[in-house]
Structure formats: structure tokens, C-alpha cells
């Protein structure tokens, strides 16, 4: 099968899946070996829904002639693998029919062709704070972002950046997909006033372009707050860079914690290769 180039897929479990085989669950990585990537990927495109058995021969094996052993083995396989990382029963066999993925899942693009000018990934905001669900101001955000339809600008979406909980998933994002900007945030309480600091950051070199303290109830200004920034940096590259020449000796400023102790940890993944059940 031809795989499309530069595509990751999200399950809401915290999986990834890129188009190297790379099965991705936090800072544990399996790899899937070729075949059974193939037949992974023709269920995914097609998640909810049953594929025939003959479909799946033929998108994977093409003009080879091959019995339904050799998909049984890759589905047996497949299900190895997932069940191995707690991820089990998500490939169902249709009686007479062929076969269903059953788990939900997005697909999304890497940002390393020219489909977009630039790209940003929010990071779930954090919070001591019983009384507020940090996802949902996340999610509003990435649809206001996402919905100003902004030329060239590409917004990932919640599926991708749901489990980028801590420095370690969130260097993996980085490392992997390779977005322009990101924006993390804390959202605290002062004088009985919920509000967001957030810190919109150049992935290419982690230096900070923009920070703000914004009410909670503010998700546009917000989100134009962040998008006039991003702007203003497309159309003069230099500003990030002569804002980090301005304070150097404060650089560990520009970061938040999290950011900062992850810093050395970046792209230190261990790598697991799946040889069989």
C-alpha cells in the first residue's frame, strides 16, 4: 500500500500513530512492522466501518496473490500490539465479511510540507483550581483560532495536543510534528477573578514572543491576542530573535517550568521494535 506522506493519527487514548510505523504512548514507542501497517492504516481511513477482507488484500498486497492467512496473520498481530499498550478490542472480525476498527481516531497532517505557511499547537492549560475544566477553555480556544480561518495559519487540533500534559508528551509533540508556534497557560485566581497567563513560544528556538494575564471569559481576546502575535512575527522574522538578543542573560524567562525541564530531554525517546506475538 502507498502510504500518504507526512500524516499522523490520534486516538483519544493518548496513541499516535505517524506514517513510519511508529506507534507513539507518551515516552514508549512500538514499531509496526510494514504489512500490518498497511492493513492498519486501510482500517483507520475507514474507522466505524467494515472493510472487506478483499479490499484490505488488495490495497496492501496489490497485484500479489495471497491467502486470507496472511491478513489473519497481520490482524493477529495488530492486535498484539495494541494490547500490549492497554489498547485492546479495537480491531473487530465481521463474520464472513472482514474487519472493523471500532476505536475513535483523527488524522491529521505534519507539518513539513507546503499546505500551510505556518502552524500552532495549544497545550492544555493548568490549574489548581477545582471549580474549572482546563480541555474546555482549550477546546474553545482551538475552535475560535481555528474557525477565523486565518490564511495560511494551521491550528492542531484537540486530538492531537489532548495528552501533551507534561514536558515529556510535549517535547515528543514537538520533536515529531514540528510546529511553528505553541502556546502553553496556568489559569489562577486573583481577587476572586479567574485568569489565563498564557505564553505563546517559537518552536524553532523556544523563545518567548508574547505573554499576557487575560480573564478566563475572554477566549477572543484571547485567541486575536494570539493571532495578531504570530502575524507580527510571520511578517518580521526578526522580532523574536532581537527580542531574545534584548535579554539574554534572562533567557530561562522566556520558558515556562515545564518547558525548561524538558529542555535536555528533547527527542530522548526509547524505541521498541515489535517482532511478533
Keep these: 500500500m502507498d502510504l500518504e506522506n507526512k500524516f499522523s493519527y490520534h486516538f483519544l487514548e493518548g496513541l499516535t500513530l505517524t506514517e513510519d510505523g511508529i506507534l507513539t504512548q507518551g515516552n514508549e514507542q512500538v514499531y509496526i512492522p510494514q504489512k500490518e501497517l498497511g492493513v492498519l492504516i486501510v482500517l483507520l481511513e475507514s474507522a466505524g466501518h467494515v472493510v472487506l477482507k478483499d479490499m484490505i488484500i488488495e490495497s496492501v498486497w496489490k497485484n500479489i496473490i495471497v ?14 500490539i495494541f494490547e500490549k499498550i492497554g489498547y485492546d478490542r479495537c480491531i473487530e472480525t465481521i463474520y464472513r465479511k472482514g474487519y472493523r476498527f471500532s476505536g475513535q481516531v483523527f488524522k491529521t497532517k505534519i ?55 507534561d514536558h515529556i508528551s510535549q517535547n515528543s509533540f514537538l520533536s515529531r510534528f514540528k510546529p511553528d508556534y505553541f502556546v502553553t497557560g496556568r489559569i489562577n485566581q486573583n481577587n476572586a477573578v479567574n485568569t489565563l497567563y498564557i505564553e505563546l513560544i517559537d518552536a524553532k528556538n523556544l523563545f518567548l514572543i508574547a505573554s499576557n494575564h487575560l480573564p ?11 493571532i495578531d502575535n504570530i502575524l507580527q512575527t510571520v511578517h518580521k522574522p526578526e522580532r523574536s530573535v532581537r527580542l531574545a538578543k534584548q535579554d539574554q542573560g534572562y533567557k530561562n524567562h522566556y520558558l515556562s517550568d515545564e518547558m525548561l525541564a524538558g529542555k535536555k530531554e528533547l527527542y530522548d525517546f526509547p ?6 506475538p
Design 67 to 80: 491467502s486470507d492467512e496472511s491478513l489473519t496473520r497481520c490482524i493477529y498481530s495488530l492486535r498484539c
Design 111 to 165: 507539518n513539513e510540507d507546503n499546505t500551510s505557511d505556518y502552524s500552532i499547537a495549544i497545550f492544555p492549560f493548568t490549574t489548581s483550581l477545582n471549580t474549572l475544566d482546563p480541555l474546555i477553555l482549550n477546546q474553545e480556544l482551538v475552535q475560535i483560532i481555528s474557525n477565523k480561518k486565518i490564511d495560511g495559519l494551521y491550528t492542531y487540533p484537540m486530538a492531537a495536543t489532548n495528552f501533551c500534559n
Design 216 to 226: 478566563v471569559d475572554e477566549l477572543h481576546n484571547t485567541s486575536q491576542f494570539i
Design 271 to 276: 524505541l521498541k521494535a515489535f517482532t511478533g
